[in-house]
């Protein structure tokens, strides 16, 4: 049921969590592929990936965009860690990186049972400091988005990285495209996009939610629901546990239950999102060439 140009709503819940006023604001153009947004609170600033290009923008209120880091070894997902510092998933390099405050960067996986990396594709931090990320083969597809080669890993996984021993092990083996990834609020639920059908129409197109036991094991892997328009890329979740996804045709939301509540529409495909602002309550949108936002009711919830 559309009320509007700008939504469709599923549920009676979703225009409470939407601003019915509100517009949806194209912040920059000119990407060829835009993916990975952060927010950083304390630097009134967001970071993205436009990963053909090799680089990381910088936004700011005010400020515009300026390129935050070039070449970027074709960095896709971006998070930072509850030091504040970027995290990045390098499809070049095959690697996933920390940026220190003196802005050098530290290496923090490429390796898996002594064989390279895929092509680590984006990542969340936990409360604990342990750092979960995707690895499928899209950053060595082609040439497009990484470089061309042939998977050295036997599967395409979900991994945790130990914060303290920096130590990597693969608690997902099972999937076809593992992308995006996010916490429910209390971090009891890791949601993870299987988006196999990019390349395989028989392939999924759905987000699957894992109960976290003991705060690094996952358990009782389920669907949790299904994209009907493209893929799931990028998730989110706000303070509420609704989980927000990419999709071919913009925003989908769906509530912890899994029912979808509505859609935010937008006029590119979708690959990823994150909540900002001062009050977390603005939603920034990378989509093919663009970069979008829009005010919403909700609020992200704290991990990036």
């Not at 304390?42 to 400020?63: E, F, V, Y």
């Not at 392939?203 to 690094?216: C, E, M, S, T, Y």
């Not at 979708?270 to 001062?278: E, Q, S």
């Amino acid at each position: 049921m559309p009320i509007a140009p700008l939504y469709h709503v599923d549920d009676p819940r979703f225009p409470h969590m939407i601003v019915g006023s509100a517009r949806l604001e194209e912040l920059y153009s000119g990407c060829r592929w835009a993916e990975g947004p952060v927010w950083f609170g304390d630097a009134n600033q967001l970071l993205w990936s436009d990963i053909p290009n090799q680089r990381i923008l910088r936004w700011t209120p005010g400020g515009g965009v300026s390129v935050f880091r070039e070449p970027s070894n074709f960095a896709n997902g971006l998070t930072r860690d509850r030091q504040g510092r970027l995290v990045a998933c390098e499809h070049g390099l095959r690697r996933v990186t920390r940026t220190e405050p003196d802005g050098t960067l530290t290496v923090l996986a490429e390796r898996h049972a002594g064989k390279p990396l895929n092509s680590p594709n984006d990542a969340v931090v936990k409360s604990d400091g342990s750092i979960w990320f995707t690895d499928p083969t899209y950053g060595i597809l082609s040439d497009y988005e990484g470089y061309r080669a042939v998977p050295e890993q036997a599967t395409r996984n979900v991994y945790r990285l130990d914060p303290e021993s920096g130590a990597i092990e693969a608690v997902v083996t099972d999937f076809n495209q593992p992308n995006g990834l996010a916490f429910s609020p209390d971090e009891r639920v890791l949601y993870v996009a299987d988006s196999g059908a990019s390349h395989d129409e028989t392939l999924p197109r759905h987000i699957r939610a894992f109960d976290v036991a003991d705060g690094r094991r996952l358990e009782n892997g389920r669907v949790f629901c299904l994209i009907d328009e493209g893929i799931p890329d990028g998730i989110r979740t706000d303070t509420q546990g609704n989980l927000w996804s990419s999709a071919g045709d913009g925003v989908h939301c769906f509530a912890p239950d899994g029912t979808r509540l509505g859609k935010i529409l937008v006029p590119q495909t979708v690959a990823n999102l994150t909540f900002g602002g001062p009050r977390r309550n603005r939603l920034f949108i990378a989509a093919t060439n663009s970069l979008y936002a829009i005010y919403v009711t909700v609020t992200g919830s704290q991990a990036p």
